[in-house]
């Protein structure tokens, strides 16, 4: 058994905290050479080469050895009997999830609006879905049907047209609960590409993959890299970071539910954070405890281990409202409120991208089927981005039909400005309307 961990610990009261959370937080999401030097070559590839690149790097990448593209798309029939194939609990499971999700993100569906001033003049706003959409679905070890669930279900309740599914499957392996979660959702197409190639497929088209309007889904270096160079060219949800969670405590609770929670965020990879603020020393080094007590029954502890140990942090603050303001500094991804009595401390949370209320809400549930989306801004975004979620598929299109009375009496308005920043023409042109 290897040694207990020591997570740092903190005081808000200590001179330099401020420096200290700074570094604390800081990530360096910037990507290495290496791995720029790859993505450019493979998508500059893609683009002129189409289906064949797209081939060329996939038996490459994932050890598969394939004729043509159509070996790589799979039919609805296998997406069924994946779905078939379930046992009746994990049938179950995943399909009261994509019912939760589907009845959260039917509520946030955009209306086409419109009104009428007095001359006759109608402005308003037309909403409408994309046309085709692309999905990106890690495969082999990291393969979460979850992910599917959170992108394709939004998607499909804003009305857009056409979903693609990409997923590698290394080796040939095929993860069942990702091909049925597809199933339910209602996926069109399935490929099995994954990387760069799969991006570059989705972004620019080939012969045989259209070219969609956004990407949206997780990856690895090489993915991010990739949406990161085509946006522009199509739509991408967001470059994510490594996953967070900020647990405020009011010293209530259960340490050993407050330690599994922070295992649960901290157990995705080494660099993931897990950030406990509390008002009591106590249960500060209850929860110390409850770490060490349960830490080495967990499976994937060496990742939980490092994690804690280089981005993780047990926080002393001298009071919830002080707590609050150092949460939305940090704007977190997740953010729970482990408070005896949490509604209220709501309203202090300006910055985060889902808020947990009360000891029963915890993060887990979220990921997976409360109905809210998973996909949630990191890194600090959430002062600025919003979780995914329908109005991330729909776009807004400015209706503007004038009368000729309104023309008219707003001409001058127009001319005035237009002269006045040197561009005659757009002055010309709507005193035509007077």
Request: aromatic share 6%; with cysteine; proline share 5%.
């Amino acid at each position: 058994m290897s040694a207990p961990i020591a997570v740092r610990r903190m005081d808000s009261r200590e001179t330099g905290f401020s420096v200290a959370l700074d570094a604390l937080l800081a990530f360096d999401n910037g990507t290495d050479a290496s791995v720029n030097a790859a993505v450019s070559e493979v998508l500059a590839a893609v683009r002129t080469r189409g289906d064949a690149a797209v081939v060329e790097y996939t038996n490459r990448f994932d050890q598969l050895d394939v004729a043509d593209i159509a070996a790589l798309e799979l039919p609805r029939a296998v997406l069924q009997a994946a779905l078939d194939g379930l046992s009746a609990e994990r049938r179950v499971a995943l399909e009261t999830a994509a019912e939760r999700v589907r009845s959260y993100h039917a509520r946030q569906i955009l209306e086409s609006w419109h009104y009428t001033e007095a001359n006759g003049t109608r402005l308003g706003q037309k909403v409408t879905p994309l046309d085709r959409v692309g999905l990106y679905v890690p495969g082999g070890k990291a393969s979460y049907p979850s992910s599917v669930l959170m992108n394709a279900i939004p998607a499909k309740v804003a009305g857009v047209a056409e979903l693609i599914m990409v997923t590698p499957t290394p080796r040939g392996e095929r993860n069942p609960l990702v091909l049925a979660a597809a199933a339910i959702t209602g996926v069109d197409r399935v490929f099995t590409i994954g990387g760069a190639q799969a991006v570059g497929a989705l972004a620019y088209g080939t012969q045989s993959i259209p070219q969609v309007d956004k990407i949206v889904g997780p990856g690895n270096a090489y993915v991010a890299e990739a949406k990161r160079r085509v946006f522009g060219t199509v739509g991408i949800d967001m470059i994510a970071g490594p996953s967070e969670v900020l647990i405020i405590s009011d010293g209530t609770g259960n340490p050993d539910w407050v330690a599994m929670d922070l295992f649960a965020q901290a157990e995705h990879d080494e660099v993931a954070q897990s950030i406990l603020l509390c008002t009591s020393e106590s249960f500060i080094a209850a929860v110390e405890a409850s770490i060490a007590k349960l830490l080495p029954e967990m499976p994937r502890r060496d990742i939980i281990a490092a994690s804690l140990k280089n981005r993780g942090a047990l926080i002393k603050v001298v009071d919830l409202a002080e707590a609050c303001e150092i949460a939305n500094r940090i704007a977190p991804e997740h953010l729970e409120l482990a408070i005896e009595h949490a509604e209220p401390w709501i309203e202090k949370i300006r910055h985060a991208g889902a808020i947990f209320v009360g000891h029963s809400s915890v993060e887990a549930l979220g990921d997976y089927c409360a109905g809210p989306n998973h996909v949630l801004p990191t890194m600090r975004s959430a002062r600025f981005s919003s979780p995914l979620g329908v109005y991330d598929f729909q776009k807004r299109t400015s209706i503007i039909h004038m009368s000729s009375a309104g023309a008219a009496a707003l001409a001058p308005v127009a001319a005035t400005l237009a002269y006045g920043e040197g561009l005659q023409a757009h002055a010309r042109s709507a005193e035509y309307r007077k």
